[in-house]
Structures are given as C-alpha cells and as structure tokens.
C-alpha cells in the first residue's frame, strides 16, 4: 500500500467512527480520486529566481549535474565541464550571494559530511559480514578526533583478543576501521572486502582472519602487523569526508609493517566510492597490488622506484 492509499484509508476509517452515514468505501474512492488528480508540488522560486521542486531531491547525483547558471554563453560546453567533476561550477548567483539551491545543497551535503564523522558503523553490518571488533585506545570520538595518537594504539588486551582470534603468520592480514568516514565502510565494506579476499585466495595467497578496529588512525595496522607477524597488512578505512562525497573509503597497504615506521611505506589506493573507484573494482587491483607487493617484498615509495 502506498502513503496516497493509506492516508486514503486513514480519512475513510476517521469519518466513518465519527458518524458520517456515508459508507467508508465511498469516502475512500473520493480521496483516491482527489489524490489523483491533486496538482503536482509546487516549485519554490529561490534567490535569482531558480525554481526548485520540492519533491526534488537537490543531493542527487543527477540534480547537481543541472547547471544553474541563468543564459550561459555555452550550455553544451558547461554541461560537458559538470559531467567531468563534482565541483560546484555553472552554479551563476544571485547578486552578491549564492542561490537558494546552491545554498542548501552546501549545507545538506556539509550535514552528510558531519554524520559520517560522528556516527558509528552499525553493529549489524559488522555481525552480518562476521567480523569481531576491537577499540583502540581512545574512549570516545571527541577523544579519537582530538588525540590521533591514541587511535593508533591498542591495550595489551585488545592485543590478546586479536591475537587470539586471528590466524597467525599469513601472507595478508586484511581488516576494516571506521577512521574519519563510518559512512564509507557502511557503503563500501560489503562489496570489497569479499572482493579482495576472494582475489588473493585465487593466487594462492594466504589470507587472516578479518575483523573491525573502531577509532582507528592509519598507523594503528603498525602494531596489527607486528601482533600476528603477517608479511602485508591491508586497512580499508574511511577518509576524510568533503562536501563532494562523504564515502570514500581508502587501502593503505605495507610490507612487514612495525610501529614507528616511515609513512613512506605505505602504498595507497584512494578514491573508493560509487563516484570513483567502484568498491568491486577497488577489491579486484588491491587483490593485483597486494601480489605485486609480496614479490617486490617492498611497499610505498620503494615499490614505486624499483
């Protein structure tokens, strides 16, 4: 049953218990019909006089490619710029400040960027890919956002835990942590991570046991790799969110990681999101890289220059 039917019903049951002597099934066609043949939402004419339908989501991938520039010299030109990036352009203004649309696409899109940041990653995609999950040393988010340090550690007990439920010794240790984006591993996870593991499986690469770090920093695969003594460890882990799309995800990958490290170890595939590197894909050349990676026995800017 759709919202017209329902409210269709709703108004039917409400006249009928007050007492009205018209049947229900009469009342209930009535609205129907009126329903039917009500006129559309109305546009709201916003600063410049840009027409926004309410009933319009102005988030969407296909709204943000209308130009909103009023009589542009060349509007085939500015449609083939837009399909090209996601950067606000052909936006025009009105006088000295932005239009109504481009106003509150900001600031939903700003809200997107904000909850992928605060929120946490559902338990229940976490239990439903069958991974355990262990907190690094920070105890809150205000403490993870403000003390990076901290999100790159573990307690001797997180240690054992890991320790104790993830094979030793393999080729790989793959794992997934929140970082600055919860909403990227809740967009991404389920799609590369199997893609990943099935592809290294098929090389005959041996793969941990793979589970979830909350409050995690990059760093924090350092001390990961030295607790299972794994060859390459692989953390696919959110990234800072931006007003463009607040689910890109990266794979930052090292070679016989240890703690203090040089960041120019790491080897990084960025850009995963549906408006990017496609999770799938992502999964498929992180498979590739991670191969290459072990014969090299080298990573980061030393894979690059041998």
Same mark, same amino acid.
């Given at each position: 049953?759709?919202?017209?039917?329902?409210?269709?019903r709703?108004?039917?049951?409400?006249?009928s218990?007050?007492?009205?002597n018209?049947?229900?099934?009469?009342?209930?066609?009535?609205v129907k019909?009126?329903?039917?043949?009500?006129?559309?939402?109305?546009a709201y004419?916003?600063?410049?006089?840009?027409?926004?339908?309410?009933?319009?989501?102005?988030?969407?991938?296909?709204?943000?490619?209308?130009?909103?520039?009023?009589?542009?010299?060349?509007?085939?030109?500015?449609?083939?710029?837009?399909?090209?990036?996601?950067a606000?352009?052909?936006?025009?203004?009105?006088?000295?400040?932005l239009?109504?649309?481009?106003?509150?696409?900001?600031?939903?899109?700003?809200?997107?960027?904000?909850?992928?940041?605060?929120?946490?990653?559902?338990?229940?995609?976490?239990?439903?890919?069958g991974l355990?999950?262990?907190?690094?040393?920070?105890?809150?988010?205000n403490?993870?956002?403000t003390?990076?340090?901290?999100?790159?550690?573990?307690?001797d007990?997180?240690?054992?835990?890991?320790?104790?439920?993830?094979?030793?010794?393999?080729?790989?240790?793959?794992y997934?942590?929140?970082?600055?984006?919860?909403?990227a591993?809740?967009?991404?996870?389920?799609?590369?991570?199997?893609?990943?593991?099935?592809?290294?499986?098929?090389k005959g690469?041996?793969? #941990?046991?793979?589970?979830?770090?909350?409050?995690?920093r990059?760093?924090a695969?350092?001390?990961i790799?030295?607790?299972? #003594?794994?060859?390459?460890?692989?953390?696919?882990? #959110?990234?800072?969110p931006g007003?463009?799309?607040?689910?890109?995800?990266?794979?930052?990958?090292?070679?016989?990681?240890?703690?203090?490290?040089?960041?120019?170890?790491?080897?990084?595939?960025?850009?995963?999101?549906s408006?990017?590197?496609a999770?799938?894909?992502a999964?498929?050349?992180?498979?590739?890289?991670?191969?290459?990676?072990l014969?090299a026995?080298k990573?980061g800017?030393?894979?690059?220059?041998?």
């Open positions: 049953m759709d919202n017209n039917d329902l409210l269709s709703i108004i039917a049951e409400v006249i218990e007050m007492g009205g018209v049947p229900a099934s009469a009342v209930e066609s009535a019909e009126s329903i039917s043949s009500a006129s559309p939402a109305p004419s916003g600063s410049g006089g840009t027409d926004i339908n309410i009933t319009t989501d102005i988030t969407s991938k296909e709204s943000k490619a209308t130009p909103t520039l009023e009589n542009p010299a060349d509007m085939d030109s500015l449609l083939r710029m837009k399909s090209k990036t996601p606000r352009i052909g936006v025009g203004r009105a006088g000295g400040r239009k109504t649309q481009t106003l509150l696409t900001l600031r939903a899109d700003h809200a997107a960027a904000k909850d992928a940041v605060f929120m946490d990653v559902d338990p229940a995609l976490l239990e439903k890919m355990f999950s262990v907190t690094t040393l920070c105890t809150d988010k403490q993870f956002l003390r990076p340090d901290l999100g790159r550690r573990f307690s007990e997180a240690i054992r835990e890991i320790q104790s439920k993830c094979v030793k010794n393999a080729d790989v240790q793959i997934a942590s929140d970082g600055l984006s919860s909403t591993i809740k967009a991404n996870l389920e799609n590369i991570l199997p893609a990943i593991m099935d592809g290294l499986k098929s690469i041996s793969v #941990g046991t793979p589970f979830f770090v909350k409050f995690g990059v760093g695969e350092d001390a790799s030295e607790a299972l #003594g794994c060859k390459v460890v692989c953390v696919l882990i #959110g990234e800072r007003l463009a799309t607040a689910e890109s995800m990266s794979a930052y990958i090292a070679y016989n990681a240890t703690v203090g490290m040089p960041e120019a170890r790491r080897t990084v595939v960025s850009n995963i999101h408006g990017g590197i999770a799938v894909e999964g498929a050349y992180i498979a590739d890289l991670i191969e290459k990676i014969k026995k990573s800017v030393e894979l690059q220059n041998g």
